[in-house]
């Protein structure tokens, strides 16, 4: 080779390939990587690079020849997940795996597969103050209607994504880009949605949602008027009259019972919008996206002029977000006109006060789906019967080893909080539909009873042999072991 | 440090696991097992020197071919030079875009040259060569995108069909391509001709100059790519459905041209979610775009 290449590709020699490799890049076999200028094997599996990163404590995947020594795991602290089960390629074996093992002296039986869920969708908790968008308007991703706005609940807009009717629903456009969304949420990877007549939003389970190209730091800590309840004590005496902004409350300290019990003076303070009881008004402004969730970005334009009779010049003002994010203060001239001045010391903690209180803001992903008819039959040949047992307490669901939720009522409906589970656990297949992994844990003999496929158990020790295609990973610390043998209840 | 190759039975006992540099080999033979104990010796025989073969030739193999190259010496390198040259009149191509079908062949032919066997398959990397002898079949399921991996369909091949290699080409693969398809997988007589028709379907798969796919020269990636500096696909960002069936229609005139030609049997093309098959209307589909069996909740 006569090229000259730049100072930082080096050759890997592992080979007689003999190839160059340029930093930051893998060689033909993506085994070995120029990572700062210097060779390193790397492992390909995206999932072990993942959890190392993450520091979750890993058992080494073990390359040795010949059989398993049992000593690394031992066969009942390992439980088998139905990530991969029913999708390995390009040896490709069917689902399900019914494994067995003996848990503290009693033959327990999980079922392992992965189910092909066309009934599912996300639940997704946006904690925001701001305004998302109207409730029942739809939720897009690319354009296309991937779901919409349901309740407002404490703190957070919940939005519904998914279902059978956007992803088979609809055209095959709406299928497929809900099908890759739901996908994206559930593995824990950046989705952007847009709401009709709402917000644009950012969102990945267990990190702070974007709004509007915002990021969402704190959930506030209560309503205005909570606000008000909680902190007049610490406003006492330092300040003459505070307002908290908020979509919902907004809280007035010198009309509330709480400045009233105090004997906080009266400023004759007006605001814009309804009044509720004294102190507490609604629709102060339009929802939105600037203070406490309304569309103010000035909050004086929620104010009416300040009357001679009840105001004085120098009256100090607080205005205030739920959040303590936004916040201004005021003293009043002679002609009794807010002019803006810096925040007294005094006040300053009382405003970093309501900031702490409030907790981070999250996007949570709840996965929603329903094991149908044909995803029992892979467990038993009495489907009902199943359905039955789940009922009844005596199996166990858990989703990649994540405790599931199931919901009363009938068929096997269940939720689960995506991050709970292990990295990448979500595939799909183009119909379009999502595939998730689905575990059933149950004692032998209550699996035989049910007309469980008992000729296909097989024992633990026999699966984990086959280990060129697995990952061991660590239970995550707040999931409760799936193995337990006396099924209680299904955590929630 | 030269890492040594790796020859070694995989635990289910069944399958042998061939591997060395960027090869790796996974292997089933079907026989009695005497027959089947001597094609995977034959097997790891013929392994031992098949890198060290094609390394010796490697800038030859690494060039383009053109009406009076010169033929390389090797017989592993005369398969990858042999699938290409039909290629070479109507576009840029070089030996490397059949290596992994052609090594697969190679070993494949070293087992059954030295064992009767009922059925064997070597698969790399997703390239197979097969062997089917009577009344034996081969079942495959299609993965569109490696970082996602789910079967989008499956295949199976019966020994009556005239089908003995499949090879899938794309961007989001480990070689580097000229188009944007997310998978192209043929069905040809042989495993090193489905690579080279896969690769070359896969790069007529294109929309040129579209904003969505970000591209750069093969050498700033890999400085001794055999690309040089034609720009690969690095990127495609989400396509409005009238260019995806634009580069669709793109790549199966050309996958049905070269199955007038006799160069392939079949083709499934995918783009962003969509599929598009191209295969002969007389024979019996046996490529069906399904669910493989994962259970349906």
């Known amino acids: 080779m006569t090229d000259i290449f730049p100072p930082d590709t080096i050759r890997c020699d592992a080979c007689p390939v003999l190839c160059y490799i340029k930093r930051g890049h893998a060689g033909a076999c993506d085994r070995y990587a120029n990572i700062e200028g210097q060779l390193v094997r790397v492992d390909p599996h995206i999932l072990l690079d993942r959890a190392k990163s993450q520091g979750t404590p890993l058992v080494p995947f073990l390359e040795r020849e010949g059989d398993w020594d049992g000593k690394i795991m031992k066969g009942q602290e390992t439980f088998v997940t139905a990530i991969g089960a029913g999708t390995t390629y390009p040896d490709y074996k069917p689902a399900p795996f019914i494994v067995s093992s003996e848990v503290e002296g009693v033959d327990m039986v999980t079922v392992v597969t992965e189910g092909i869920f066309s009934y599912c969708g996300v639940k997704l908790k946006i904690d925001t103050d701001r305004h998302l968008g109207p409730e029942r308007n739809l939720v897009r991703a690319h354009g296309e209607p991937v779901g919409h706005v349901t309740t407002a609940e404490y703190g957070s807009q919940m939005l519904s994504l998914g279902g059978v009717h956007h992803l088979t629903g609809g055209t095959k456009s709406e299928g497929r880009v809900t099908c890759e969304t739901l996908l994206d949420l559930c593995n824990g990877k950046e989705v952007e949605l847009t709401i009709d007549e709402g917000a644009s939003v950012r969102v990945a389970a267990g990190q702070p949602p974007v709004v509007n190209g915002q990021r969402e730091e704190r959930m506030r ?272 | 440090m030269r890492e040594p190759a790796l020859i070694r039975m995989l635990p289910d006992g069944r399958r042998l696991h061939l591997h060395d540099g960027p090869i790796d080999l996974i292997i089933e033979a079907n026989g009695s097992k005497q027959e089947v104990a001597i094609a995977y010796e034959a097997a790891a025989h013929r392994f031992a020197t098949i890198l060290d073969e094609l390394c010796a030739e490697l800038p030859l193999l690494r060039g383009s071919v053109q009406k009076n190259s010169a033929q390389p010496q090797g017989v592993t390198a005369h398969r990858m030079f042999a699938a290409v040259e039909p290629f070479s009149e109507h576009c840029f191509i070089t030996p490397m875009a059949a290596v992994a079908g052609s090594v697969a062949e190679e070993i494949l032919a070293a087992m059954t040259g030295a064992a009767a066997l009922d059925r064997a398959y070597v698969n790399n990397g997703g390239d197979i060569a097969l062997h089917l002898a009577a009344s034996q079949h081969y079942a495959a399921g299609m993965v569109e995108r490696p970082d996602r991996p789910s079967l989008f369909g499956s295949l199976k091949i019966s020994t009556a069909d005239p089908v003995r290699g499949i090879a899938t080409s794309g961007w989001r693969g480990r070689s580097f391509s000229l188009g944007i398809a997310d998978a192209v997988t043929v069905l040809a007589d042989r495993a090193s001709a489905a690579d080279a028709a896969a690769t070359v379907i896969a790069n007529a798969v294109n929309l040129p100059n579209h904003p969505a796919v970000a591209r750069v020269p093969a050498r700033d990636i890999s400085p001794d790519s055999d690309l040089l500096d034609l720009l690969v696909t690095r990127e495609v960002g989400p396509l409005p459905l009238p260019d995806i069936k634009t580069a669709l229609d793109a790549g199966v005139r050309v996958a049905e041209t070269l199955r007038n030609r006799g160069l392939i049997h079949s083709a499934a093309l995918c783009l962003q979610s969509h599929t598009r098959i191209v295969s002969p209307s007389s024979t019996p589909f046996f490529m069906e775009i399904s669910q493989g069996s994962l259970l349906h909740a």
């Open chain 1, 221 to 492: 800590v209560g309503c205005g008027s909570a606000t008000i309840g909680m902190f007049a004590k610490q406003w006492f005496g330092k300040v003459d009259d505070v307002v908290v902004v908020d979509d919902h409350i907004t809280g007035v300290l010198s009309e509330h019972q709480a400045g009233k019990l105090l004997g906080v003076r009266e400023t004759g303070i007006a605001i814009q919008g309804r009044r509720s009881t004294p102190g507490r008004y609604f629709q102060v402004a339009e929802p939105g996206t600037g203070w406490g969730g309304t569309n103010i970005s000035d909050p004086l334009t929620i104010l009416k002029p300040f009357k001679a009779k009840f105001a004085w010049p120098n009256l100090r003002l607080l205005m205030v977000s739920t959040t303590g994010e936004q916040y201004a203060y005021y003293e009043l001239d002679e002609a009794l006109r807010p002019v803006e001045k810096e925040l007294p010391e005094a006040l300053k903690e009382s405003v970093a006060r309501i900031r702490e209180n409030c907790e981070p803001a999250l996007a949570s992903v709840i996965f929603m789906g329903g094991a149908g008819g044909s995803l029992r039959a892979g467990v038993t040949e009495n489907p009902v019967k199943l359905t039955d047992s789940v009922k009844r307490r005596l199996t166990r669901v858990t989703c990649g080893g994540a405790p599931a939720y199931i919901w009363p009522g009938g068929g096997i409906t269940f939720m689960v909080d995506v991050t709970r589970m292990p990295e990448n656990a979500f595939g799909y297949v183009p119909t379009p539909a999502l595939v998730a992994p689905i575990e059933f844990t149950l004692k032998k003999s209550d699996y035989a009873l049910l007309g469980g496929h008992v000729d296909y158990v097989r024992p633990l020790a026999d699966v984990l042999k086959e280990k060129e295609r697995q990952r061991q990973l660590t239970s995550l610390p707040q999931n409760p072991w799936p193995l337990k043998p006396h099924v209680e209840s299904s955590e929630s």
